[in-house]
């Protein structure tokens, strides 16, 4: 793959520090683009705010870097005009899980086709480490210097419940899965979502005992299982755990093909 | 024989994670004194592209210069 087509290459190296994991995700969505051989003008990028949304200054496609939260909602006004083109949202567990919760939910509900990866890396770390939703019970961060008493969301559970087309969950350290996921959740029609858990060595490592990348991915590795195992363990076992896999896949009909179906019959059966 | 490679390093890229040394099989790569990586033992790549699947940074090539499949 030519990074030059799907990179603004003069705009590298990134901002991230070094051994953040957004750098192989960031790739991840752009071999899924080259696998599915999308021309590189029909697809929109959007992001919200966070580390993960800089990723959207980098990706050689149209791109829009929106405000705190709301890339979902940016990313269903760009659907809805335009429905021909492939919408990407990139956003963080803080963007997305956060103050962008509710348009998550409720595009998943009306199962707009939009591929939204969300880069949990399971802290802010644009804003020093503070917890976010998507933090592990336990954990240091600046606002949890005792310890994180509040339990993590599990977003795939809940787009799941609400009703998006495809969600699955991938980590920086399995990268070829995450990359073959990429691919399945940016083939689906309707809403996807993908999470990809990453690395912050400095926000989030340092502060509980994962001094360097490499150990962080080292506890993706040992933390990690798959869904179809996971079906067989009870809720203790599973505590503190990344479940992985495919955790949905339908094929209901997509918001905008809906939409185009009301206008026509509205109109009489003429458009 | 296996296959062997050549290691080229983007420096301007590199951040000097080391992420490319801990996944590198024959443990070729190693961190420099200005916080780079070089190629510390060039002679024993065998072209996996492990380190161009890891790093982060995009930093890493690797060239096949014999193929013994």
Request: aromatic content about 8%; proline content about 6%; hydrophobic content about 35%.
């Amino acid at each position: 793959m030519e990074l030059e087509k799907y990179f603004r290459v003069e705009k590298l190296p990134h901002i991230w520090c070094p051994g953040c994991g957004h750098g192989s995700v960031m790739m991840s969505i752009a071999k899924g683009v080259d696998k599915l051989g999308w021309d590189p003008k029909k697809v929109v990028v959007v992001s919200g705010i966070g580390c993960s949304s800089r990723a959207a200054g980098y990706l050689n496609f149209n791109t829009l870097h929106t405000v705190h939260g709301r890339p979902i909602a940016f990313a269903t006004g760009v659907k809805l005009a335009n429905p021909e083109l492939h919408v990407i949202v990139i956003t963080g567990d803080g963007d997305g899980a956060a103050i962008g919760g509710n348009h998550l939910i409720h595009a998943c509900r009306r199962n707009i086709g939009i591929n939204v990866v969300l880069f949990n890396n399971q802290i802010y770390g644009m804003t020093s480490g503070q917890y976010s939703p998507m933090t592990p019970e336990g954990s240091m961060a600046t606002t949890s210097p005792f310890g994180n008493i509040e339990p993590p969301f599990d977003l795939c559970e809940l787009t799941k419940s609400a009703g998006a087309n495809f969600v699955a969950r991938g980590t920086v350290y399995h990268l070829p899965k995450l990359d073959s996921y990429m691919e399945k959740a940016f083939s689906k029609k309707g809403f996807s979502y993908l999470e990809a858990i990453s690395q912050c060595p400095t926000y989030y490592g340092r502060r509980n005992k994962l001094k360097t990348p490499l150990e962080m991915l080292e506890w993706q590795k040992e933390n990690s299982i798959d869904i179809k195992k996971a079906k067989d363990l009870d809720p203790e076992e599973l505590k503190g755990k990344i479940i992985t896999g495919i955790f949905t896949e339908r094929d209901e009909e997509e918001y905008t093909v809906r939409y185009d179906k009301l206008i026509a019959s509205v109109q009489g059966g003429k458009k | 024989m296996p296959k062997k490679g050549k290691v080229y390093i983007n420096e301007p890229w590199c951040k000097g994670c080391e992420i490319c040394a801990n996944f590198c099989p024959k443990k070729i790569l190693g961190l420099r004194g200005d916080g780079k990586m070089e190629v510390k033992d060039p002679e024993n790549c065998i072209a996996c592209n492990q380190c161009v699947l890891r790093c982060p940074d995009y930093a890493i090539k690797v060239e096949v210069i014999e193929n013994n499949d």
